[in-house]
């Protein structure tokens, strides 16, 4: 699966911008922004950019994660981002370790709970919604205002934001969504839960039960959030090549399931 490692940064492209002068403040290359955003016809004119479009540009570096952040432009909110992106407001604003949540600054470069994937030859919006297990206005909605985004037709080469699997209170950095996981496996994220309590379960795409529900903690108790990391234990063989696992806290009134997060996964 061919996500792209490296930090993003999604860009609003401003009056007087050319790409040139994109690259050079990113430390990157023309072309390397042209191939990322489809910036050839019959996208757009051969590398034409328009001031308000969103431009994705990886900064140099040789990180093997892939993240995103995306630069503050004038009337961005974080309300707006969160919805952007697929999260909430307390977790984007706990991502960034933001004391005053209610002002950004325009330029100021805010980390968003995603990875990138590159487009291979052969896929459709549809195909990777289902692949990420989300669905496709997820995926627009996360891309919104990029040049060479559609519905309909999207091209090999082009750098789609995908927004990592969350909810209110938990959000998973890994295993990603779609990738393979074995025993020993490490699960990781980013919580908000009563006595830092977490849990997760493995289902297959049978329904068959192949890790039963596992407790492990994060690093600080709600009302904060914590980063949590644990080795994935599969207790049984799957009994299908796919299924979810499942990242979640139980109520401290009455034991109900909450913030539950679902992982499409592989077994290998």
Do not use: C
């Not at 896929?123 to 496709?136: E, K, N, V």
Request: hydrophobic letters at 40%; proline letters at 7%.
């Amino acid at each position: 699966m061919p996500i792209s490692p490296g930090t993003h940064v999604m860009y609003t492209v401003r009056y007087g911008d050319t790409l040139y002068q994109i690259a050079n403040q990113f430390g990157t290359s023309v072309s390397a922004i042209v191939e990322a955003n489809a910036l050839y016809p019959p996208i757009t004119d051969p590398n034409l950019i328009m001031p308000g479009q969103k431009l994705l540009v990886r900064l140099p570096g040789m990180s093997q994660a892939s993240a995103v952040m995306h630069q503050v432009t004038e009337g961005d909110t974080l309300y707006e981002l969160a919805a952007r992106y697929s999260t909430g407001v307390e977790m984007l604003a706990a991502f960034n370790q933001m004391e005053q949540p209610d002002i950004l600054r325009v330029a100021q470069l805010l980390y968003v709970p995603a990875f990138v994937y590159e487009v291979e030859q052969g896929d459709s919006l549809y195909r990777i919604s289902r692949r990420f297990g989300m669905s496709m206005h997820t995926l627009l909605n996360a891309n919104q205002g990029r040049p060479g985004l559609s519905p309909d037709v999207i091209y090999p080469g082009w750098q789609m934001v995908v927004p990592l699997p969350s909810s209110a209170n938990i959000v998973v950095f890994q295993p990603l969504p779609g990738s393979p996981i074995a025993d020993g496996q490490r699960l990781t994220g980013y919580a908000r839960a009563f006595e830092a309590n977490v849990l997760y379960q493995i289902q297959d795409a049978n329904d068959q039960v192949v890790t039963s529900e596992q407790f492990f903690t994060a690093s600080a108790g709600a009302p904060a959030f914590g980063r949590f990391e644990t080795a994935l234990t599969l207790q049984r063989s799957p009994t299908a090549s796919t299924g979810v696992l499942m990242v979640y806290t139980r109520s401290a009134r009455d034991n109900s399931v909450q913030d539950l997060v679902e992982v499409p996964v592989r077994f290998v």
